[in-house]
T-cell receptor, first 117, second 109 residues
């Protein structure tokens, strides 16, 4: 199994450009999420989804959109890139978040390193 | 607010033992995770604690005290490949994960 696959690995954007970060998982996980990781800070949740057709905002959702049309895919869209969005982005999935499977760890993709100039 | 504290950086010697502490203040508690993250790579799962006490997995052990809001990760027989950041995360009452900033562990020969 491939697990969680993210593309691209690296991206440079100019301020104002838009782009989509792709994320796909082949583990039939219901829960998918996007995090950003910045130096000296913990992982911060951008958006998450508990199943196809359901998305919700995390801690830092501004400037990002998501959709979940299938169980496998969870793309993250940057609408108009800003230098403050320079970061490493991780997609992560798990079987779910209910109390039944609360012990399930997140499986992370390899990350996308985004620079906005 | 919700907060997780970990030391920013620790240094240890190959073959020794190191303990990485994590203290948390969260709205509710539904388990605590430890992840390892090598530089430039994704976090990978190490351990999960939901009840008080020690969980042992080979060279790695994790301890939890819910009454004290405290956990530690114990690494024994340190190897150079253990040089990495170690992330503590708590699942809160809404089942969301709250993450610490991570502890960078440097292993010296």
């Amino acid at each position: 199994n491939a697990g969680v696959t993210q593309t691209p690995k690296f991206q440079v954007l100019k301020t104002g450009q838009s782009m989509t970060l792709q994320c796909a998982q082949d583990m039939n996980h219901e829960y998918m999420s996007w995090y950003r990781q910045d130096p000296g800070m913990g992982l911060r949740l951008i958006h998450y989804s508990v199943g196809a057709g359901i998305t919700d905002q995390g801690e830092v959702p501004n400037g990002y959109n998501v959709s979940r049309s299938t169980t496998e895919d969870f793309p993250l869209r940057l609408l108009s890139a800003a230098p403050s969005q320079t970061s490493v982005y991780f997609c992560a999935s798990s079987p779910g978040t209910t109390e039944i499977i609360t012990s399930s760890p997140l499986h992370f993709g390899n990350g996308t390193r985004l620079t906005v100039t | 607010g919700q907060n997780i504290d970990q030391p920013t950086e620790m240094t240890a010697t190959e073959g020794a033992i190191v303990q990485i502490n994590c203290t948390y203040q969260t709205s509710g508690f539904n388990g605590l995770f430890w992840y390892q993250q090598h530089a430039g790579e994704a976090p990978t799962f190490l351990s999960y604690n939901v009840l008080d006490g020690l969980e042992e997995k080979g060279r790695f052990s994790s301890f939890l005290s819910r009454s004290k809001g405290y956990s530690y990760l114990l690494l024994k027989e340190l190897q150079m490949k253990d040089s990495a950041s170690y992330l503590c995360a708590v699942r809160d009452s809404n089942y969301q994960l709250i993450w610490g900033a991570g502890t960078k562990l440097i292993i010296k020969p």
